[in-house]
């Protein structure tokens, strides 16, 4: 499944964020090992690997409230 076919942000974070951060990983392997850490370039990856991380946090975060939701909402019809 390609992330085009998400329906949901379970499925974005399993086609889109998870795999950006593993090829964020290979290429910091591959690339970024000779870099000074407190070079600009450097500063820069780790932001742009934070903000990778902290958008599949949040995700995580939404799925569960709206999953939590949908349950209770079930549950008690009468409250939706």
Known sequence: MYL??????????????????E???IFEEEFMDRDNPDSRES???NEIKGKAFMIRE??????TADLI??????????KS
């Open 4 to 21: 085009h076919n998400a329906a949901d942000l379970e499925g974005v974070i399993t086609f889109g964020i998870n795999p950006l951060i």
């Open 58 to 63: 949040t995700a995580k975060r939404i799925n």
């Open 43 to 45: 500063i820069f990856w």
């Open 69 to 78: 939701q949908r349950k209770l909402g079930k549950d008690n019809p009468e």
């Open 23 to 25: 090829f964020l990983d």
